[in-house]
């Protein structure tokens, strides 16, 4: 069984950073895109940023050119550096994994951005 593990998330004043990271373990033969999503109460879950094996990346359109996502396949973890935060970035964080059996989400983590 495959778990995800989110770690880095907390609280900040807008214009600071943060670094989620996002460590796959358990029984992983290959993943295939690694990314991140989030939500807020009451919405949907929404694309932040994603990255394929190969290192090719999308993002959402409320985070380009502040956020820059990239991993370590050696280590199976994925990270998300977030930069010029701003309140609206406040959400649950979600990590996921697409692997040869299906995809795999983290449990979220909290990001609080206070204007």
């Known amino acids: 069984q495959v778990q995800l593990v989110e770690s880095g998330g907390g609280l900040v004043q807008a214009g600071g950073s943060l670094r989620l990271s996002c460590a796959a373990s358990?029984?992983?033969?290959?993943?295939?895109?690694m990314g991140w999503n989030r939500q807020v109460p009451g919405k949907q879950r929404d694309l932040v940023a994603a990255?394929?094996?190969?290192?090719?990346?999308i993002y959402g359109d409320s985070v380009k050119g502040r956020f820059t996502i990239s991993r370590d396949s050696a280590k199976n973890t994925v990270y998300l550096q977030m930069n010029s935060l701003k309140p609206e970035d406040t959400a649950v964080y979600y990590c996921?994994?697409?692997?040869?059996?299906?995809?795999?989400w983290g449990q979220g983590i909290q990001v609080t951005v206070s204007s």
């Open positions: 996921n994994a697409v692997l040869d059996s299906g995809t795999v």
């Open positions: 358990g029984s992983i033969f290959s993943i295939g895109i």
């Open positions: 990255i394929t094996s190969g290192g090719t990346t």
